[in-house]
Each structure stands twice: as C-alpha cells, then as structure tokens.
C-alpha cells in the first residue's frame, strides 16, 4: 500500500506560480512513476504531467508544456509540480498517482497508476 498527500493548492490570479507536492509513504520501494492529473468542474480527469524511471523521463500534456515543471525528490519519496504563469484553465481539483516497477507504462492513461492522493484544489481568477 501506498499513501499519498497533495499539498500546496490554492487561490491565485492569472499569470502567478503555484507548486503542488505529493509526499507518498509506506511502500514506497517499489514506484516507477508519479503522476498528475486534473479534474475540473464538470468535465472528465485529465493527464497533466508524469515522471518516470530511474531516469527521471517526463511527460506532459501539450497544454501545459513549457508552463509546469514535474520533478521529484525520491529520498523523500516526494514528486512536485511547479506551475508557471497560471491560466483560468488550469482551475481544478490536482491529484498526484503513483505506479511501481512491472508491465507496460502509458503516462497519460489513468490505469496505468496504483495509488492515488485526495486531491488539492488550484483556482485560477481572471
């Protein structure tokens, strides 16, 4: 079993920076990738950004790239997302994923990951 807590979400104004950070604990030996993604209101979640591999390969949906930055630290089994000039858009409920080591690994696709946090809240004003 693998706990995870997001943290860092909030009320911010369009164009401001916000990171998010997902601690995992217990079994957390055995992860090959952490991931996240977005829920907004009213729609469906989406992928947002993963980390993969002893490697660190990322991945990151187009609508994001070049704004949020996903990285991690795994001495302290902690991935985070830095986010960068913050769109109206981006308003959504930010859930980070994790996945151990085994078996073919589609970043973007939510059964790919075990584990998942509860969630932390980022709005974006206008």
């Known amino acids: 079993q693998v706990q995870l807590v997001e943290s860092g979400g909030g009320l911010v104004q369009a164009g401001d920076s916000l990171t998010l950070s997902c601690v995992a604990s217990g079994r957390t030996g055995n992860i090959y990738a952490m991931g996240w993604f977005r829920q907004a209101p009213g729609k469906e979640r989406e992928f947002v950004a993963a980390i993969a591999g002893d490697a660190g390969k990322t991945y990151y949906t187009d609508s994001v790239k070049g704004r949020f930055t996903i990285s991690r630290d795994k001495a302290k089994s902690t991935q985070y997302l830095q986010m960068n000039n913050l769109k109206p858009e981006d308003t959504a409920d930010y859930y980070c994923?994790?996945?151990?080591?085994?078996?073919?690994?589609?970043?973007?696709?939510?059964?790919?990951?075990?584990?998942w946090g509860q969630g932390t809240q980022v709005t974006v004003s206008s």
């Open positions: 994923a994790t996945r151990p080591a085994g078996g073919m690994y589609y970043p973007s696709r939510e059964g790919s990951y075990d584990y």
